[in-house]
Each structure stands twice: as structure tokens, then as C-alpha cells.
């Protein structure tokens, strides 16, 4: 894997499986995506995935791969544009995470995405109104580019790579060397038209190798899901742990 408990524009600082989960945060253009989702356990200072921040009715949501996310969420915060220690749009707490049953129950790896739903600031504004964000589309035609900025894990600044997007056995995926541990969860965005195609996760939990990543198919699931989170008073999921990887 290369995260576990990472959102696109999130770095987490979650203890993780031998994911690509890890610091990643994805430093959106115009600090419009790109943060840290972090735990807030005392003194804990790492992170272990990315995650981005998307358009939504409330501006209060993210997304990053399913694998990064682990129990309620609770316990963890989003940092966007987060680096070097900087905050510069401040910390949000995690309120509620949101899966599909398919991965609850079977952990399908073209399920490998989840959004994360954050509080309001003590300003009492929105995510979105502070930092922009990018709209989530279906995964797009082969050769499509992209550009992909996560953190790995123990790095101070993101990794960024800008390539064209190909599939391989029904998953979206990039080659670029550098996306190790931490950059699970990052974005497939398209920075020009501000869309978002995809994460790192899906097949191997974003792939075995730092040269070479994956993301589930994005298609009608993850926008049911984002609805779903959307919902007025909506209870977020108890997520399983996710399993492994299956790299040798």
C-alpha cells in the first residue's frame, strides 16, 4: 500500500498498515486541494495519508482512499497545504467517515475511496470557503494527464509528478517514480478544468512499487457515496481495517 489514513489536500498522522499510507497532502493550485489528515492523539506528530478537498453542497468534505481510513475517523485531523510544519489554512477536525458496503464488506478494490466529513472552524466557516476545491468526475479516457501531489511518509515538502493516465486490468494508473508510503489517497487531478479522476489506492492498495500507481475506476459508486455524505444529519460508517495488500 502507499497510505492509510491519507486524504487528497489531508495528512495523517494514524499509525498504518504496510500501505502507501502515509504524510501525503496534496497542495492544490491556488491552496484550492492538497492538505494532511493527522491524529489527534497527544504528541503525535506523524502522517500516513492524502486527501483532497471536494466540491460539495456544505463544503465540509474530502476524499481519500478507503484503506487510509480505519473506525470512525474521529480521532483525526485534515491540515491542508500543510508543509514543513505550516498550517496556513488552519487544522479541521474529522467528524465522520463515509465508505461503500462493498468495501465495508469485501474490501473490492475498485471501492478503495472514502469521504471524510469535516467540522466547520472556530470561525464557524467552511473547509471549502477557505480553500477551494476540485469537482470529482468519472475516470477519464487513456492519456489523459494528471498531476498527482502527495507526501510520503517522514518528508517535510510533497512529491509532485504531472503524466498521462493509462489503465491496466480495469484500474486508472500513472507511472512516476517517488510515490512511496503516505501518498495513498493523493489526487488524479486535472488542475486546468479543476477536476479529480481518481486517488491512489485500488488495485495492491495503490501498487507495489514507487514507480508505478493505481486508483480505483471512478464511476456511479463514488458519486452515490459523495450524495450519501452530503445528506443532512447522515451517520458516518464504523470502517474496517483494511487487510493486505497482497505485495510481496
Known amino acids: 500500500m502507499k497510505a492509510f489514513f491519507i486524504l487528497p489536500f ?23 486541494e492538497g492538505g494532511n489528515v493527522t491524529a489527534n492523539a497527544v504528541n503525535s506528530t506523524g502522517v500516513s495519508c492524502t486527501a483532497n478537498v471536494i466540491k460539495s453542497t456544505h463544503g465540509n468534505l474530502i476524499l481519500t482512499a478507503a484503506h487510509c ?18 498550517t496556513p489554512y488552519g487544522v479541521w477536525v474529522i467528524e465522520a467517515a463515509f ?3 462493498a468495501w465495508q464488506k469485501t474490501q473490492d478494490p475498485q471501492h478503495d475511496f472514502a469521504i471524510l466529513r469535516v467540522a466547520p472552524n472556530d470561525k464557524h466557516m467552511s473547509l471549502q470557503s477557505v480553500t477551494g476545491g476540485v469537482r470529482v468526475y468519472p475516470a477519464p479516457k487513456s492519456g489523459t494527464r494528471i498531476t498527482d501531489v502527495a507526501y510520503n511518509d517522514d518528508t517535510a515538502q510533497p512529491v ?4 498521462p493516465l493509462y489503465y491496466y486490468t480495469g484500474y486508472v494508473a500513472f507511472d512516476c517514480g517517488g510515490f512511496v508510503g ?4 493523493s489526487g488524479f487531478i486535472d488542475h ?13 492498495q495503490g501498487g507495489c512499487l514507487p514507480s508505478t500507481s493505481y486508483s480505483s475506476t ?11 455524505a452530503e445528506r443532512k444529519g447522515a451517520k458516518g460508517d464504523i470502517v474496517v481495517k483494511a487487510g493486505s495488500d497482497g505485495c510481496e
Open 69 to 86: 481510513t480505519r473506525g470512525d475517523m474521529t480521532n483525526h485531523t485534515f491540515v491542508p497545504g500543510w508543509s514543513e510544519g505550516k
Open 99 to 101: 465508505v461503500t458496503s
Open 182 to 185: 503516505g501518498s495513498s489517497g
Open 192 to 204: 486546468k478544468n479543476r477536476r479529480l479522476y481518481g486517488v491512489i489506492g485500488g488495485l495492491h
Open 218 to 228: 471512478f464511476g456511479k459508486a463514488v458519486q452515490a457515496l459523495i450524495a450519501r
Open 160 to 163: 509532485t509528478c504531472t503524466a
Open 10 to 32: 489531508l495528512t495523517t498522522l494514524l499509525a498504518s498498515p504496510s500501505q502507501r499510507t502515509s504524510s501525503s497532502t496534496s497542495s492544490a493550485l491556488n491552496g484550492s
